[in-house]
């Protein structure tokens, strides 16, 4: 059975960082692209970050660029999101997404940052 | 960036009718490779988004033949013939023509 599963979200306090994790199964992490797609009540949904299904290539929200990494571990199938420098208006419920016509979701990992 | 305007921002139906939302793209979603990679999603309370229609008008597996897409350019419409209980939530279409990816502000189904 197919699945993303996120993981790594929390409270964390503004500048510092977070890692989250989605963890892929039932399928070949390089068969598919995979983003990072954020959503919060207030600006609705935003794409985050993209790896294309072969690591080669990775696209950024102007929001994020510098300030996160995308990556992905193809032996653990696991795809990272790295998190640094992180605002207030990063706060957000992450989810992963596969394919790059966004046809598969995760349930997601809230962060939240705040002092 | 492409800007995606969503209408309505909500939309009470009823039971048994049909409804419509409205999807305005900034700039025409037609790639090269001659396809148009306009997406609708809808997401229910305490869920992620479920993918409908991909490509203006493929639906995808699963979902009823009540959800019709259509459009070209940048004008594109969702309709349900006939909505059902399960079909409130937020509607929400995507552009996956240019980076970065862009979203509509969504459409609120509700019953009447």
């Known amino acids: 059975q197919e699945q993303l599963v996120e993981s790594g979200g929390g409270v964390v306090q503004p500048g510092r960082s977070l890692k989250l994790s989605c963890v892929v199964s039932?399928?070949?992490?390089?068969?598919?692209?995979l983003h990072w797609v954020r959503q919060t009540p207030v600006t609705g949904l935003e794409w985050v970050a993209v790896?294309?299904?072969?690591?080669?290539?990775?696209h950024y929200a102007d929001s994020v660029k510098g300030r996160f990494s995308i990556s992905r571990d193809t032996f653990a199938n696991i795809v990272y999101l790295q998190m640094n420098n992180l605002r207030p208006e990063d706060t957000a419920l992450y989810f992963c997404?596969?394919?790059?016509?966004?046809?598969?979701w995760g349930l997601g990992t809230l962060v939240t940052v705040s002092s | 960036d492409v800007v995606m305007t969503q209408s309505p921002l909500s939309l009470p139906v009823t039971l048994g009718q049909p409804a419509s939302i409205s999807c305005r793209s900034s700039?025409?979603?037609?790639?090269?490779?001659?396809?148009?990679?306009l997406t609708w999603f809808h997401q229910r309370p305490g869920h992620s988004p479920r993918r409908l229609i991909y490509?203006?008008?493929n639906r995808d597996s699963g979902v009823p033949d009540r959800f019709g897409g259509s459009g070209s350019g940048t004008e594109f419409t969702l309709n349900i013939s006939r909505v059902e209980p399960e079909d409130v939530g937020i509607y929400y279409c995507?552009?996956?023509?240019?980076?970065?990816?862009?979203f509509g502000g969504g459409t609120r189904v509700e019953i009447k």
């Open positions: 995507v552009q996956l023509t240019y980076w970065p990816l862009t």
């Open positions: 039932g399928f070949n992490l390089s068969d598919f692209a």
């Open positions: 997404v596969r394919g790059m016509d966004l046809a598969f």
């Open positions: 490509k203006v008008s």
């Open positions: 790896i294309s299904y072969d690591g080669e290539r990775s």
């Open positions: 700039q025409s979603l037609l790639y090269t490779d001659a396809n148009t990679y």
